[in-house]
């Protein structure tokens, strides 16, 4: 069949694809109907079935004799070690776990947040909630305190797994004092919190409240895998909104199953015995669905990475990884390849390897720019696959799907949809725009299996923030166009999203932290061009009427406010004091304008400006600050 075959015959009959695809899921119960619309516009899938994640992605191949395969790789260039862990040990170890944890009270529905950095634990402890029918929430290790408290606060964790610290090149991160502080913090407290020890900083443990990874494990029977709803939630993923405080989206076990591993199969082309290897986070969604969830589902052996692209120790790291671990099929974001090439622009180191393991090369979670998929290309000489996703599908949108066929790539594109998703671009009145017009990128509802059933807590808020601009539309926050032979672009959002270094950040989030700055009135925060990290934060701050303290120190204390508050993975370190901030008549700042003037495009002069001459103190600002930098 070729990808428009099974476009069309998914959309002839969603219900028949989505029941085929379910049945390669090993089910409890398995479900008589793939959508429920009871409740529409907001969807549900595989409401009466019966199924556990964890039996999926572990039980289930040791049960069917592949218990001596490789599940996972840990490769840490920072401790230079490399381990692996079978199926079989892989089932032993969070069984056991959640053994533990249910020993402590932990039961089907209660939330358990993880806050670890890139070890093999951290998916055990997502396996270990999935077990029990835990709905877990990781953290990414780059948040600060005040982040993880925010979280704390709204997912009212029974229990918090962390481990010591977290290993950046060159210094250790101390994660326990950050949990501790969070807790502080938090209005909500956890009942236990279990720490995983690392060698590299051994932390104080909370009498009382404290357990060590290994030790609470003594003597209990392991847990066997519960059984849970199609609908349960298996996981909430905090991500970044339009306003300070983060969303927590809510993944529905069942439809996560089926979507994951029809993702595996159909779109990465991989399946058991495949090594699949995604260099991202466990705290971001690649690191859910493409570390944790998909590879384990399918019986790939997946790799947890613990390094970075360069200086780990240099920039051959990933062709290393890649020879050594016989990987199939590697996932990154387009930043790392750009850290590479900056230190590596000849492709040089990538001679020393063996790389004939290597089948294809998929890139996302930022616009991959076509200078960095010719390099690619060039170096690597396998398919250069960009696809476009979200935190809130969970798999991907469009791309193109080398498990059906390879379509022909057209650079600058992520391809076209996959089933399940019907695109469209909209204009302002919600109607499908001719092809090659920029337009609000929206997905016709229903949304297939795997994506978000809702915000956590907050279903008013998940209908005001995706349902309610489109009617009958989820509105996706990318702007973008489709051509005429339906592969789509993506060019910007329509939100306060930015996307540095592959990570997604709200400059609401920075400017509510910059405001509270005692000197600081008024401050806007822009996403200007980044030769490598895509995009980085600006702070324009406009300060308090008497204010007569050196702006160096203002700006000074609010980079390391944002550090402190939101978290070193910010990367806020540019900012500037200005008299004023440009808006419209109506107030409202300019930031788009701004965001032009830095990355020295052409701009025409907002017809509803207040004052144009604040334009030009704006210009004169960014040029003490080098922009426009080309
Ligand atoms: N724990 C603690 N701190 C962290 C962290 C973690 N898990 N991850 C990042 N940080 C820190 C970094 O050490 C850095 O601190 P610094 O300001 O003291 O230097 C800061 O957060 C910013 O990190 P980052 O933006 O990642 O920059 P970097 O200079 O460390 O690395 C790249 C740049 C391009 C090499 C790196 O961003 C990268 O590999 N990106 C790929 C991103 C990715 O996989 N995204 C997932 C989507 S697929
Ligand atoms: P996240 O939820 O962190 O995965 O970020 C999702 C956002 O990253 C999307 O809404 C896009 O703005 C951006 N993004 C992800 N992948 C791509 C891509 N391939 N091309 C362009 N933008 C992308």
């Given amino acids: 069949m070729t990808y428009r075959d099974v476009y069309a015959s998914w959309k002839s009959d969603p219900e028949s694809f989505w029941m085929d ?5 090993g089910w409890v119960k398995p479900p008589t109907r793939a959508l429920n619309d009871a409740r529409a516009p907001l969807y549900e899938w595989f409401t009466d079935a019966e199924v556990n994640a964890c039996w999926n992605a572990v039980d289930r191949h040791v049960e069917a004799g592949r218990g001596s395969q490789i599940a996972i790789i840990h490769d840490s260039p920072i401790t230079h070690s490399t381990k692996g862990i079978t199926y079989a040990e892989l089932r032993d170890r969070v069984a056991s776990l959640a053994g533990a944890l249910r020993a402590k009270g932990i039961e089907k529905g209660d939330r358990v947040i993880i806050y670890m950095p890139m070890v093999p634990e ?16 990781v953290v990414f290790g780059g948040f600060a305190a005040n982040e993880l408290a925010v979280r704390i606060d709204d997912a009212t964790p029974k229990a918090i797994i962390a481990a010591s610290c977290g290993l950046e090149p060159g210094r250790v991160v101390p994660y326990k004092p950050l949990l501790d502080a969070a807790i502080e913090l938090a209005t909500h407290k956890p009942d236990f919190c279990v720490i995983l020890q690392r060698e590299q900083q051994v932390a104080k443990l909370v009498e009382g409240r404290d357990v060590a990874w290994h030790s609470f494990q003594y003597g209990v029977e392991p847990a066997e895998c519960v059984p849970v709803s199609g609908d349960h939630p298996a996981y909430v993923l905090y991500t970044s909104g339009t306003t300070g405080a983060p969303k927590g989206v809510v993944r529905p076990t069942a439809g996560h199953l089926v979507a994951l591993n029809w993702s595996m199969q159909n779109f990465f082309n991989c399946g058991i015995g495949d090594v699949f290897w995604a260099a991202s986070d466990v705290g971001w969604v690649v690191g859910h669905s493409y570390i944790c969830y998909g590879p384990l589902i ?8 613990e390094g970075k692209p360069v200086g780990t120790p240099d920039a051959g790291t990933f062709w290393r990884v890649i020879q050594n671990h016989k990987v199939k099929t590697f996932f990154t974001a387009p930043t790392a390849f750009r850290a590479i090439k900056r230190e590596d622009p000849n492709g040089e180191l990538i001679k020393d390897y063996n790389l004939k393991s290597l089948k294809a090369l998929y890139l996302a979670g930022e616009r991959a720019d076509p200078d960095t998929i010719m390099w690619a290309q060039r170096h690597l000489n396998v398919p250069v696959i960009d696809h476009w996703w979200q935190t809130e599908t969970g798999w991907p949108i469009a791309g193109n799907p080398l498990g059906i066929e390879e379509l022909p790539v057209k650079i600058g594109s992520p391809s076209v949809p996959m089933p399940g998703y019907d695109v469209q671009a909209l204009d302002e009145g919600g109607h499908s725009v001719a092809p090659g017009t920029l337009g609000a990128i929206a997905i016709k509802l229903p949304l297939p299996p795997g994506t978000l059933s809702t915000l956590w807590h907050a279903e008013e808020r998940f209908k005001k923030a995706y349902l309610s601009h489109f009617p009958g539309y989820y509105e996706t926050g990318d702007a973008g166009y489709i051509d005429e032979d339906g592969y789509l672009y993506i ?17 609401g989030a920075m400017e509510e932290v910059l405001a509270s700055h005692r000197d600081v ?9 980044d030769q490598l990290k895509g995009q980085m934060p600006l702070g324009f701050l406009c300060l308090n009427k008497g204010t007569n303290r050196p702006h160096e120190d203002v700006v000074k204390e609010c980079v390391k406010l944002v550090r402190d508050q939101i ?3 910010a990367a806020f370190k540019l900012a500037c004091v200005v008299d004023r901030l440009p808006k419209t008549r109506s107030g409202k700042i300019l930031r788009g304008t701004m965001v ?17 001459a604040i334009l030009d103190e704006i210009a004169v600002a960014l040029k003490a600050l080098g922009y426009p930098a080309r």
């Fill in 21 to 25: 695809a379910a049945r390669s899921i």
């Fill in 122 to 137: 951290a998916l055990e402890a997502m396996l270990a909630c999935a077990r029990l029918g835990a709905i877990h929430s």
């Fill in 298 to 305: 399918a019986g790939c052996t997946t790799i947890v990475f």
């Fill in 491 to 507: 060019m910007a959002r329509t939100d306060d999203v930015i996307n540095v270094a592959g990570h997604r950040l709200s400059t």
């Fill in 521 to 529: 009135a008024e401050c806007a925060v822009i996403g200007v061009a």
């Fill in 567 to 569: 978290g070193p993975v």
């Fill in 596 to 612: 032009k003037i830095a990355d020295g495009e052409a701009f025409k002069m907002p017809a509803t400006i207040d004052d144009p």
